[in-house]
């Protein structure tokens, strides 16, 4: 398959999650906002399209913006996103109708677009594969905003994942990583993102690390013995946050006479004790760490310890409504567990750019957000 094919086939698979992520809603869904950190979801739609006539057309000086009108209403450093739902946004049939005639002259034009230009933007199609990795992001943060509004969960695959174990991973709650030198970062693949890159060395000491990602029944351990109520366990900043929130376990989780249960989308389910706990902030993983006598680990260490991880059996792409339980899936080659799919991972390490960083193709991307 050539690299224009590749991108058309790319291009039209994360179209396709976006509509299912929306066309599933009523049009007052949509337009609601369901948290002042989310945008209404007819936003993320509209804006998807509109970045990609940006880069994808005027960018690549293949012709003007087709609806300039529209470049400041969805620009995301001018309106943030709690200003968003007082916006005259497109309506949802009006914004399927704009991003669909964006994509048709994209792929019109795909066909006269050299993608060996020596223009660091078209460089092997790394303008393409930058908006196609942004409207994926956009796809989570929406997925996201489902979770919020309790609206219906939704599958890309019939298949689903396999929820039993692929034989093969260590047993024991930890395995010692010998440490050594980790190469973090991209030099070489030509759709790495300015943030991951320069690719450079760091040096790690041994450490140890658990094999399975930390589960629900860990987490209620930690509940049941008071966790959330004993300040030696949190950090200042994280005490602070404890008390403003007045939270006493994860986002979306109550406690019913027959024991916890969560709540996935628009459903209430007892919480399974082995799977990943999730929709928990970077101080309470924290806290549960220091609780339990462990301590986030940094990039670096992380980095050394998914290295080898494989997306076999993993759950990507969103085949599942929630994480599996703990399997072998995703194992790597230090034998930790689900190191790819299933949940965000917390570390210990800012987000701040590599030694050489430079911004591109804007600042914006990923230099803002450094700190």
Not at 19 to 42: F, I, K, N, R
Not at 185 to 190: L, Q
Request: with cysteine; aromatic share 10%.
């Amino acid at each position: 398959m050539g690299l224009a094919d590749l991108v058309a086939r790319e291009l039209d698979a994360v179209r396709q999650r976006s509509l299912l992520l929306t066309d599933t809603l009523s049009e007052g869904q949509l337009c609601t906002q369901a948290s002042p950190l989310m945008s209404p979801l007819v936003w993320d739609l509209a804006h998807v399209g509109n970045y990609e006539d940006q880069w994808l057309v005027h960018a690549l000086g293949t012709g003007a913006a087709g609806r300039s009108e529209l470049d400041d209403l969805y620009d995301a450093f001018r309106h943030p996103r709690a200003t968003r739902s007082g916006l005259a946004l497109l309506p949802p049939d009006g914004a399927r109708r704009y991003i669909a005639a964006v994509r048709a002259r994209v792929l019109d034009l795909l066909d006269r677009v050299s993608l060996d230009d020596d223009r660091p933007l078209l460089r092997d199609g790394f303008v393409y594969r930058m908006v196609i990795q942004h409207e994926h992001q956009h796809d989570e943060t929406m997925l996201a905003t489902r979770q919020i509004m309790a609206a219906p969960p939704l599958l890309l695959s019939s298949a689903g994942c396999s929820r039993d174990s692929a034989g093969g991973a260590s047993s024991s709650r930890e395995v010692v990583v010998p440490g050594g030198q980790v190469t973090i970062g991209a030099d070489a693949d030509p759709w790495a993102y300015d943030n991951e890159r320069p690719a450079h060395v760091v040096e790690v000491a041994p450490f140890a690390v658990d094999t399975a990602l930390v589960t629900n029944g860990a987490y209620i351990d930690f509940i049941e013995a008071g966790g959330y109520d004993e300040l030696r366990w949190w950090s200042d900043d994280g005490w602070k946050w404890r008390q403003k929130a007045a939270l006493a376990h994860p986002e979306f989780w109550r406690h019913e006479p027959g024991g916890w249960v969560l709540r996935r989308f628009d459903r209430w389910i007892p919480v399974d004790r082995d799977e990943p706990v999730q929709h928990v902030c970077w101080y309470e993983a924290e806290a549960f760490a220091a609780w339990s006598g462990r301590r986030l680990p940094t990039e670096a260490e992380w980095e050394l310890a998914a290295a080898g991880a494989s997306v076999d059996g993993a759950n990507v792409g969103q085949r599942g409504d929630g994480p599996m339980p703990a399997t072998d899936a995703g194992i790597s080659a230090c034998g930790v567990r689900q190191m790819i799919g299933d949940a965000w991972e917390w570390t210990s390490s800012t987000f701040a750019p590599y030694p050489g960083f430079a911004s591109f193709p804007y600042r914006e991307y990923s230099e803002v957000f450094f700190g």
